[in-house]
């Protein structure tokens, strides 16, 4: 008999609502027991916050009303800040309620001013803009920090963004971006948190915790937007806006879950995906947006489309003309639109016609509001335009130190034959070759918002700055990061030759990851390779050093080269976190959130996948494997090396035996076997064998990154409840059924420990 961990939870007419809505809270458990709870935000009554908004929905005009719905563009494009034409105008006519890309102490307060004090009602603006990963002091890629698999540092990194952007005059922010994503090809993977729901999760709280504050009156905080909404990362054949085509089960089991984390984290806003689920697009997804988000999750924040998102209603062919998609989008849930000006433009005319009803405005009007009064705008329209904090809360010596601690627990050591790292202070001559060692731009990464080149301390730089006494750093360029000429290789080949060790310095270019950077192919671009080929016999030692935002096809390298160190895009202290991790001032303890695939062909490759009913066997026909490849990763989920080793024993359950509601106690031993002080990240999953629903061959339930000296051990505790143990059953309502289950513990996804325990039938 199936067992239902939350016996309330009862069918109705959207039963796949339900089960989503249910199925993903199993999810944002976990994630929880991965980071402190959120307390409620500070602020405020319901009392005064409704009243307030009701008294200036009653004063409103009908057009006045659409233009709070009303995003404009605040910048004519990247290269020219001016706005566009008649941007004052809308302001003073009341037709514009945020605007897009537009930052500034002054500049916000200048407009800020024609809001409240030229046009009729006087209603603050919002200014918004991509805050990704750090405004003016940029931390590592997202996907970077995943790897540090570390709640508390990527919750600070989101902290200092806020505090930054918000003296710059920002209201709110267009992240975190929650999206799953299993397809490298897909640019925009630099952007999430890899491929696992439950570190999703927990990350996706976590950021929210960071960009809002536990008051949103403070000076230092944004509105946070998880997005996209939802299963943007799933697009076919990893081509970006590409129709998401996958089952609901996939859908709430792997894509719903880190959003309902950001809300149950007290996210005040969520942007639409430009992928369709089902034949319906999401700007036009009632079913998903307004009955799981808002009536299933009791989600009361904003709902933003993307760029131009609503008027591509139209190309994906779901509506005529203007008039029909800004009614669908509406309709559906979407409060603002972005840019195509649909809502001021040409909904008037609908609710004059009866068409669209004037209440549906107004609730999206009042949601609205509501995040303009919890940011204190209502009551002081100008407490984020200072230009003094502008000054003093930018690229401060301390937000630098937590961009440089974070980069270090982001690098993932891929491989270290030989115990080639750390490098020896003792080496006299050390080669830096390679179009990634000097270059700054491309240590921001993408979506760098305010961040600066010259902000950049590069790998060269930081090498430079740390190496020991008596070491000399030689320099060779080698080849750029995409062109196809050759001449550079003699040079390296000259400077490698003289060197003790040679460190290269390739990847892929931050203009080749992030929205609308899909990739057919995950090889290093240009002649990288063919450079790494070429030094390969002449160097003594040899480590390669690897940037991008997605795992790349580095099979050659993995089988050749002794050392291999992940750095990602490490931003503005990418040399210092670099040069820490490679003289052995820092010891590396990322991990992969996703899976590195020995080529672009194993793509989608996962860990958590099922098992099928022919699982991959090398010595049998007729499994599920290939003619031409091994079926297993490069580097799998949770891989990442360290200086020092680590041994996990005494793996005990409380018991081997347990109800569908009962709890299960974990514990083991973690114990640092190696010289030197470390961290480990501590991995726990879970495998329900027999299930009336496939399930995959494990799940990430719990994690945690713990220091350790040499010697040290400590004694690691979990507790797995019934949220733990459950899937979504048939109905997709969660379900504990009897059987056998598995806890494996390890410092990755493959090699690990395991105990068995029983459910029963109670």
């Known amino acids: 008999m199936k067992r239902d961990p939350e016996p309330g939870v009862r069918l109705t007419r959207r039963s796949f609502l339900q089960g989503a809505a249910a199925a993903s809270w199993s999810a944002v458990r976990l994630a929880a027991a991965a980071a402190d709870p959120q307390p409620a935000l500070d602020g405020p009554t319901d009392t005064e916050e409704d009243a307030a908004v009701a008294d200036l929905l009653s004063r409103m005009s009908l ?104 003296a710059h005059g920002l209201h709110w922010t267009f992240a975190p971006m929650v999206d799953i994503a299993r397809d490298p090809r897909w640019g925009r993977i630099v952007e999430g948190s890899g491929e696992d729901p439950c570190l999703g999760a927990a990350l996706a709280a976590a950021r929210v915790r960071g960009f809002q504050g536990q008051d949103l009156r403070a000076d230092d905080t944004v509105l946070a937007t998880a997005k996209h909404f939802v299963a943007y990362g799933a697009a076919e054949g990893g081509r970006d806006y590409n129709t998401a085509d996958l089952s609901l089960r996939t859908l709430h089991e792997i894509y719903l879950p880190p959003f309902r984390a950001a809300v149950e984290a007290g996210v005040q806003s969520i942007m639409a995906s430009f992928n369709e689920i089902g034949g319906v697009p999401m700007h036009a997804n009632r079913d998903l947006i307004r009955g799981l988000l808002r009536e299933q999750w009791a989600f009361n924040g904003i709902v933003v489309s993307d760029y131009t998102g609503i008027r591509e209603l139209m190309v994906h062919g779901v509506a005529a003309n203007p ?176 060197a003790d060790a040679v460190l290269i310095f390739v990847g892929e270019p931050p203009t080749m990851t992030g929205e609308a950077r899909s990739r057919s192919s995950l090889d290093l671009p240009g002649v990288q390779e063919a450079l790494v080929r070429r030094l390969q016999p002449h160097a003594k030692r040899m480590v390669v050093v690897l ?55 194993q793509i989608p490759i996962y860990y958590n996948h099922k098992n099928t009913g022919r699982p991959a066997k090398p010595d049998v026909d007729n499994t599920s494997k290939y003619l031409d490849s091994p079926s297993t990763p490069l580097f799998a989920f949770g891989h990442g090396l360290s200086y020092t080793t680590f041994s996990y024993q005494n793996l005990q359950l409380g018991t081997s035996r347990i109800g569908p509601h009962d709890a299960l106690d974990v514990s083991f031993e973690v ?54 143990l459950a899937f979504p059953g048939s109905e997709l309502r969660p379900v504990v059924e009897p059987g056998t289950f598995t806890v494996m513990v390890g410092g990755n996804s493959t090699d690990l420990l395991e105990e068995r325990f029983e459910v029963e039938e109670r």
């Not at 040069?579 to 020995?598: E, I, K």
Request: charged share 25%; hydrophobic share 45%; with cysteine.
């Open 63 to 166: 057009e006045e009303k659409l233009g709070q719905l009303n995003q404009a563009l605040g910048r004519v494009s990247d290269t020219d800040a001016s706005l566009p034409k008649g941007s004052e105008e809308l302001i003073r006519a009341g037709r514009v309620g945020s605007f897009l890309s537009l930052h500034g102490a002054e500049e916000t307060r200048r407009l800020q001013r024609i809001a409240v004090e030229e046009s009729r009602l006087g209603v603050p603006l919002l200014f918004a803009s991509d805050v990704i990963h750090g405004f003016r002091t940029i931390f590592p890629v997202p996907l970077a920090e995943a790897a540090s698999f570390d709640v508390a540092a990527v919750e600070t990194s989101a902290r200092i963004a806020a505090t930054e952007a918000a």
């Open 323 to 498: 008039e029909a998609a800004g009614i669908r989008a509406l309709e559906a849930g979407v409060d603002v639109d972005m840019v195509s000006g649909i809502y001021a433009a040409d909904l008037p005319a609908a609710v004059l016609g009866k068409r669209l009803a004037e209440a549906e405005v107004d609730q999206a009007v009042r949601r609205v509001l509501r995040s303009k009064f919890r940011l204190g705008l209502l009551q002081d329209p100008y407490r984020y335009c200072d230009p003094t904090r502008e000054r003093t809360r930018s690229l401060t010596p301390q937000h630098r130190a937590a961009a440089r601690e974070v980069a270090r627990k982001s690098l993932v050591l891929l491989k270290n034959e030989g115990r080639l790292l750390p490098l020896s202070p003792q080496l006299r001559r050390i080669a830096v070759i390679g179009p990634m060692a000097d270059d700054h731009q491309a240590m921001l990464g993408s979506w760098a918002a305010a961040g600066r080149p010259e902000d950049v301390i590069t790998p060269l730089e930081g090498l430079r700055a740390a190496a020991p006494a008596g070491m000399q750093v030689l320099y060779a360029k080698g080849a750029s990061a995409e062109g196809m000429d050759t001449t550079g290789f003699a040079e390296a080949e000259h400077v490698a030759r003289r």
């Open 547 to 601: 940037f991008g935002g997605r795992p790349l096809s580095i099979k050659w390298i993995a089988e050749t080269v002794p050392s291999i160190l992940l750095a990602w895009f490490p931003g503005v202290e990418a040399g210092p976190a670099v040069a820490d991790v490679l003289f052995g001032a820092h010891n590396p303890a990322g991990r992969l959130p996703v899976t590195f695939p020995r080529s672009v062909g």
């Open 671 to 724: 114990m640092n076997t190696g010289g030197r002080a470390g961290d480990e990240v501590v991995q726990l999953y879970l495998r329900d064998a027999v299930a009336s629903i496939t399930r995959p061959v494990k799940q990430l339930r719990r994690f945690e990154r713990i220091h350790l000296k040499p010697g040290e051990s400590r004694q690691m505790q979990f507790k797995l409840g019934p949220d733990d």
